[in-house]
């Protein structure tokens, strides 16, 4: 095969063009200035196809694509490469997509995004050789037992400055999540799966690169009923109109996750997810750290213009200057080392299982125990055990536990019911729920 027709997705700036491969052809987006020293970058400036590649295990799988563990034979130097099956890619009818990524994936790169090496294609499957990060997704970290509050405020000033770089931009990634999180060798994170991301269109390049991907009229405009049903923004859920700020609710939702090991808006079903959204049904754990709750709350606001850093001309770095992030440094986020469990912290993790023993000796806790060491150890108790015995409730006088959350499953039943008589039982905007995201 003519070396010559293979993509590369680091190519000189140049005007829109296909490039035929002969039995396909790769529409290319206009590639603009890289947004990134070129030192700090190492893509593949020599041509590559499937067989450049050594491939040795499967890291994770979608619906219409794969990521495999590779080596570029060459160098030996480890990618993760991402498999889109072409026909699975037609048939869920998400070419537009994998153009998305591509795109801004080749144009915008940054310390807290996962970096694209190179692009290419076989007749079957469009390859994109992307960035290997070994420790995995933040959401399996946070899972069920939360993260520590100090490195939870780092790892969100790191994902601040990575949106407010995409939002300057006018890209919106609209799928803000702990599952599109991956950790480094030195475990910052980088952000993932930008194939929903959303150009707006107020910029004239991504606009342009919208519409000459081949897309027509009616794509120019993508459907905003986009996302993870957990972190989705009201606007998103009623397919209104979104921008940058949708992000900041997500945002919220990532914190509240981050903090406590469990999403703040999870219902029974994604229909009820979504009433709790709209109705912003949630509740904080008991013991929940003052100042994060404030800052959550400042972002979950069912108004885009009400919420922190979408309120008139603040963005990101507005939200950076909230109290949470007192203990994270204002610049290089991604050149300092993570940080170390405060004395606090460590005292704290290592108290719990003490405190559920005085509990079951002692009536109530000394007086001595100031007010924010109770908050904390209710907090870390809830976040091993729910409900909280009702020992240590009376040892930390507590009161009563709080009500649960309870979703209107009359009108659930009857909307269910309506969904069944109308045929596929899609919504209005024909979208469907695949792995948990909404497309």
């Known amino acids: 095969m003519d070396a010559a027709l293979l993509l590369q997705a680091h190519a000189p700036p140049a005007r829109y063009s296909e490039r035929g491969s002969y039995y396909r052809q790769w529409r290319l987006l206009p590639y603009d200035r890289v947004e990134a020293d070129e030192a700090s970058c190492r893509p593949m400036r020599h041509q590559v196809t499937v067989s450049s590649f050594s491939i040795s295990d499967v890291l994770g799988e979608g619906n219409y694509s794969q990521a495999l563990y590779a080596r570029l034979r060459s160098t030996q130097q480890p990618v993760a490469l991402k498999v889109v099956d072409k026909q699975k890619l037609k048939r869920y009818k998400k070419e537009n997509e994998v153009r998305v990524e591509k795109w801004v994936l080749s144009n915008l790169r940054h310390p807290g995004i996962v970096e694209l090496y190179a692009a290419f294609q076989d007749q079957g499957s469009l390859y994109l050789a992307l960035e290997l990060l070994p420790g995995g997704e933040l959401w399996a970290l946070a899972h069920k037992k939360g993260v520590r509050p100090t490195l939870a405020a780092f790892y969100t000033a790191q994902m601040l400055d990575a949106l407010g770089f995409l939002h300057s931009r006018g890209v919106v990634h609209r799928d803000v999540k702990p599952e599109n999180v991956l950790l480094t060798s030195d475990q910052h994170i980088k952000l993932i799966d930008f194939g929903t991301a959303k150009l707006l269109r107020d910029d004239d390049r991504h606009a342009a690169a919208i519409n000459e991907a081949g897309t027509d009229l009616r794509m120019a405009k993508f459907k905003e009923f986009v996302g993870t049903p957990e972190y989705m923004s009201p606007e998103a859920i009623n397919n209104k109109d979104t921008d940058h700020r949708s992000d900041l609710w997500s945002l919220g939702c990532f914190i509240f996750m981050l903090l406590t090991g469990v999403p703040a808006f999870k219902g029974g079903s994604d229909y009820l997810t979504f009433k709790r959204t709209l109705a912003r049904k949630f509740r904080f754990p008991e013991g929940m750290p003052t100042v994060a709750a404030q800052l959550i709350d400042e972002l979950l606001v069912l108004d885009p213009t009400g919420r922190l850093g979408g309120r008139g001309h603040e963005d990101c770095s507005t939200i950076l200057r909230h109290e949470w992030f007192r203990s994270c440094p204002t610049s290089e986020l991604y050149k300092v080392p993570v940080p170390i469990p405060t004395l606090q912290e460590l005292t704290i993790s290592s108290a719990v299982d003490e405190v559920v023993n005085l ?81």
Do not use: H, N, Y
């Open 359 to 439: 509990a079951s000796i002692f009536p109530k806790a000394p007086d001595e125990w100031s007010q924010s060491l109770r908050d904390l150890l209710v907090f870390e108790l809830g976040k091993r055990s729910q409900p909280i015995d009702q020992r240590v409730r009376d040892f930390f006088s507590l009161g009563p536990p709080p009500e649960p959350i309870k979703d209107d499953l009359e009108e659930f039943e009857q909307e269910a019911d309506l969904a069944t008589e109308g045929g596929d039982g899609e919504d209005e905007s024909g979208s469907i729920v695949e792995d948990g995201t909404v497309v």
